[in-house]
T-cell receptor
Framework: AQSVTQPDIHITVSEGASLELRCNYS??????LFWYVQSPGQGLQLLLK??????LVQGIKGFEAEFKRSQSSFNLRKPSVHWSDAAEYFC????????????FGSGTRLQVQP | GAVVSQHPSWVICKSGTSVKIECRSL??????MFWYRQFPKQSLMLMAT?????????EQGVEKDKFLINHASLTLSTLTVTSAHPEDSSFYIC??????????FGPGTRLLVL
């Protein structure tokens, strides 16, 4: 069965500092990997996705993620965090085909200090 | 990206009443939609898969007679919480995959059962 682990429940960084959110997955087939962001009381917004090709994926809002097959990881990074980045971040894995639902990690709550 | 809407965005109802939540794909057709439930400070848990023209598929532990799903058209799925009780209070989110299998999420519906 597939699973996603986000080991950091809560992270606090200073505005302007760099950010890395960790995600490890377990999946029996070729995974389709996603990062979503959720602001309080809101739905999920897609930041970026990866299926194949270049293992470094660029997303919206200056985020990027790197797929490392050997480590089963898909960590999210941003070189300089803005106060508006404070939110909940979810890593998810799903099949590339078959129109199946995604499996989500438990989420990482990001706080940004001024 | 594609847009998925939900209506209503929040609803308060009395215990024992039924509540209908709509999920629409606004600029694409979706033969499959997914319904998730999210408790405060927790991740999204898949409830059911809504299939256009056929019965929904429910996850283990989800009561199909309580959470009625109807996929009336290629752009609309509805979730009806029947005889709602306070423990049904939650944040309900739907998603729909586009032709490239990327899932887009609705803004969510917050249900409070008194």
């Amino acid at each position: 069965a597939q699973s996603v682990t986000q080991p950091d429940i809560h992270i606090t960084v200073s505005e302007g500092a760099s950010l890395e959110l960790r995600c490890n997955y377990s999946y029996g087939a070729t995974p389709y990997l996603f990062w979503y962001v959720q602001s309080p009381g809101q739905g999920l917004q897609l930041l970026l996705k990866y299926f194949s090709g270049d293992t470094l994926v660029q997303g919206i809002k200056g985020f990027e993620a790197e797929f490392k097959r050997s480590q089963s990881s898909f960590n999210l990074r941003k070189p300089s965090v803005h106060w508006s980045d404070a939110a909940e971040y979810f890593c998810a894995v799903g099949p590339y085909t078959g129109r199946r639902a995604l499996t989500f990690g438990s989420g990482t709550r990001l706080q940004v200090q001024p | 990206g594609a847009v998925v809407s939900q209506h209503p965005s929040w609803v308060i109802c009395k215990s024992g009443t039924s509540v209908k939540i709509e999920c629409r794909s606004l600029d694409f057709q979706a033969t499959t939609m997914f319904w998730y439930r999210q408790f405060p400070k927790q991740s999204l848990m898949l409830m059911a898969t809504s299939n256009e023209g056929s019965k929904a598929t429910y996850e283990q532990g989800v009561e199909k007679d309580k959470f009625l799903i109807n996929h009336a058209s290629l752009t609309l799925s509805t979730l009806t919480v029947t005889s709602a009780h306070p423990e049904d209070s939650s944040f309900y989110i739907c998603s729909a995959p586009d032709r490239e299998e990327t899932q887009y999420f609705g803004p969510g519906t917050r249900l409070l059962v008194l």
